[in-house]
């Protein structure tokens, strides 16, 4: 079973950046992909941006030129810098780890607010 465990999040002004962290562990099915999600108030959980091996990252359309997906030294570890962040960016934040993007274990989800 894989355990996903995140980090980061929290308040910050219009134009501000934040910085989530994930990290993966535990026995099964070999992780492939890695990806951030996010669900605002209402509104369906989406694909923010998604790192597989061997493939380049893919990202939201409303997020492409502000925020990246890297991936850490640590084996199943991607971060999630967000840069010029916007009021509807606001939402929980869910970081995914699996075989393929959205297929795996889900961490609990970290809150993130952009004030105006």
């Known amino acids: 079973q894989v355990q996903v465990v995140q980090s980061g999040g929290g308040l910050v002004q219009a134009g501000g950046s934040l910085r989530l962290s994930c990290a993966a562990s535990?026995?099964?099915?070999?992780?492939?992909?890695m990806g951030w999600y996010r669900q605002a108030p209402g509104k369906q959980r989406e694909l923010v941006a998604g790192?597989?091996?061997?493939?380049?990252?893919n990202y939201a359309d409303s997020v492409k030129g502000r925020f990246t997906i890297s991936r850490g030294n640590t084996r199943n570890t991607v971060y999630l810098q967000m840069n010029s962040l916007k009021p509807e960016d606001t939402a929980v934040y869910y970081c995914?780890?699996?075989?393929?993007?959205?297929?795996?274990?889900w961490g609990r989800g970290t809150q993130v607010t952009v004030s105006s």
């Open positions: 535990g026995t099964g099915p070999s992780i492939n992909a």
């Open positions: 790192l597989s091996i061997g493939d380049r990252p």
């Open positions: 995914n780890a699996g075989w393929t993007l959205g297929s795996g274990s």
